[in-house]
């Protein structure tokens, strides 16, 4: 929830959203799904340590540009980012 108030406060600020899929109060495709209800343009990389076929499938259809499988190095992270933002 805090980082849909940081988000509605500065979006015009912020190229990429990187979100976790498993988070207290609200999980990732909750949070991205309101994201895109804000901003349905924005970039959005989800991450995940269980990622299965229908989290990916769902997470296509909210548009998400890129899901990394954790862990990940911070190379594979800025290869994606620089990737969606290219």
Do not use: C, H, W
């Not at 190229?15 to 804000?38: E, H, Q, Y």
Request: charge should be negative.
């Amino acid at each position: 929830r805090e980082a849909l108030e940081v988000y509605e406060a500065n979006g015009a600020e912020i190229a990429a959203v990187l979100t976790d899929m498993a988070m207290p109060n609200m999980d990732g495709a909750a949070m991205i799904a309101k994201l895109r209800t804000i901003d349905p343009k924005l970039k959005i990389v989800a991450m995940s340590g269980m990622i299965n076929e229908n989290q990916s499938v769902d997470l296509q259809k909210l548009g998400v540009e890129s899901l990394l499988p954790k862990p990940f190095t911070a190379e594979k992270l800025l290869k994606t980012l620089a990737e969606i933002l290219s």
